[in-house]
């Protein structure tokens, strides 16, 4: 054990990643993944994962618009990264009550433990230009938080 405590939002977030992850590989919404799973979800899962499909035009035309200026689009873009994007640009706009310092970095993490080498770089750098947009006064918040 290394004294590290489990975090039910952490594994909510993770497990909300593995069902959109494969409701894309399947070609299905997010919710029919959700819904057919043997162990239910919990609340935050169901919470995030139906609130990316709900918003789903919405996040990815944001994250586009931000990866663009990094030269990427979302179908260059690892699926892994991009839902990774769309969980955390969905809370930013949608849960203001989790800090944007949280939904960063918890979002880096996801993608630097499934993506690529860079996808935690990548991700972070997307997700600061999206907070700025999604919540005025982030770059205050996040500044105060390190």
Do not use: C
Request: proline share 5%; net charge negative.
């Amino acid at each position: 054990m290394t004294g590290e405590r489990p975090d039910h939002r952490s594994d909510a977030r993770e497990r909300a990643l593995y069902v959109l992850y494969e409701a894309d590989q399947k070609g299905v919404p997010g919710p029919t993944v959700l819904d057919g799973q043997v162990v239910p979800a919990d609340e935050l899962t169901s919470l995030l994962v139906r609130g990316v499909d709900t918003h789903r035009d919405r996040l990815d035309s944001s994250i586009a618009a931000k990866a663009a200026a990094a030269g990427w689009t979302l179908t260059r873009m690892p699926l892994l990264d991009l839902n990774v994007l769309r969980l955390a640009a969905f809370e930013l706009g949608e849960r203001p009550d989790v800090p944007v310092a949280v939904v960063i970095d918890e979002a880096v993490e996801l993608a630097k433990r499934f993506s690529t080498d860079h996808s935690g770089r990548f991700v972070n750098g997307v997700l600061a230009a999206l907070a700025v947009e999604l919540r005025p006064g982030a770059h205050d918040e996040r500044a105060g938080a390190e």
